[in-house]
């Protein structure tokens, strides 16, 4: 067995798209339509073999549910050759602030949220 | 920014470790402390450049939080050269069902749970 991809439960698809592409600078690589009804789409980021799923279901379709917060996702690590740079684009962009930048041991480090409350990572080398 | 890897919260680290190495194939690369309390360490799986890392943040430190079931994480998905096979195999080794493997176009899936309720797919060509 070899692991392939993080698949994330988005609350709309194409506000997440937009997200992870204009603002987080991944790409669509594809996307379809799931037989028990939903949509996924699949994006990387240029410079990143990693796989990121996003899975949307309807209400009324076999596997809808009401958005909860849970444990199981920790959060997404982005890499990020500003991190206060890329951390303010992320909030004009549809993120919400979890922990504003802060540095230790030569990296910058902050946490956003992503438009469904996905806990993303910003890591990079202090400047 | 570039996406680098994906963080799951554990409840158990050792427990998980042990599952995503013996039973799921996947090679510790690193592991280390957090300086906020809690322990993360890095998992990969041979023939894929996908990056997990597993989180476990002790009752008392400053992220702990009681482990609930939420949305964010939809599943991460493995590649399986025979589903029903790995399927038992890790039923075997500490996951439980989420749905028995079926076959649809071609392809054979199955979810599972891993011991801390994350559900993982199992995909591959049907035999």
Redesign the interface.
Do not use: C
């Given at each position: 067995?070899?692991?392939?991809?993080?698949?994330?439960?988005v609350k709309n698809v194409e506000q997440s798209v937009e997200f992870y592409t204009k603002t987080?600078?991944?790409q669509e690589v594809s996307r379809g339509q799931m037989?028990a009804g939903g949509i996924y789409v699949h994006?990387?980021?240029?410079?990143?073999?990693?796989?990121?799923?996003l899975?949307y279901y309807p209400p009324g379709t076999q596997y809808y549910?009401?958005?909860?917060?849970?444990?199981?996702?920790?959060?997404?690590?982005?890499?990020?050759d500003n991190v206060p740079e890329?951390y303010e684009h992320a909030l004009a962009g549809g993120a919400t602030s979890a922990i504003a930048p802060w540095s230790?041991n030569g990296y910058t480090l902050a946490f956003i949220r992503d438009p469904?409350?996905?806990w993303i990572?910003?890591?990079g080398k202090t400047r």
């Amino acid at each position: 067995m070899k692991f392939l991809y993080t698949g994330i439960r988005v609350k709309n698809v194409e506000q997440s798209v937009e997200f992870y592409t204009k603002t987080m600078g991944m790409q669509e690589v594809s996307r379809g339509q799931m037989e028990a009804g939903g949509i996924y789409v699949h994006l990387k980021s240029p410079d990143s073999d990693q796989d990121l799923e996003l899975n949307y279901y309807p209400p009324g379709t076999q596997y809808y549910e009401e958005y909860v917060k849970g444990s199981e996702l920790d959060h997404l690590a982005f890499w990020s050759d500003n991190v206060p740079e890329d951390y303010e684009h992320a909030l004009a962009g549809g993120a919400t602030s979890a922990i504003a930048p802060w540095s230790e041991n030569g990296y910058t480090l902050a946490f956003i949220r992503d438009p469904s409350g996905v806990w993303i990572e910003l890591m990079g080398k202090t400047r």
